[in-house]
């Protein structure tokens, strides 16, 4: 009899869900996409800041940062949110 699917262990004569097993997986793969988000973020928050820094910012260049850095922020912080890692509400990206 094969397993009835992924993260399943041949325990006391039967099939048993390895919760640990699967709950390990799913955290590596929600922190690998949360990691591409925030590289993402990065990449367009780098020449917002450049520009803050140097005080050449425009008034909607100021409120884009504001918006990546918030994004980052929430995204850091999905692991606080109810249900983690198997109930994840995705933070809105700001463009």
Do not use: C, H
Request: proline residues 8%; glycine residues 6%.
């Amino acid at each position: 009899m094969p397993p009835p699917g992924d993260y399943y262990v041949w325990r006391d004569g039967g099939w048993q869900l390895d919760v640990v097993a699967q709950k390990q997986a799913k955290v590596v793969q929600v922190l690998a996409e949360r990691d591409g988000r925030l590289g993402v973020a990065q990449m367009r928050i780098a020449p917002l800041q450049y520009a803050a820094n140097l005080e050449m910012a425009t008034e909607q260049e100021k409120e884009a940062l504001l918006a990546w850095m918030r994004y980052s922020v929430d995204l850091n912080r999905m692991e606080q949110q109810p249900g983690y890692p198997f109930t994840i509400t995705w933070p809105v990206s700001p463009a």
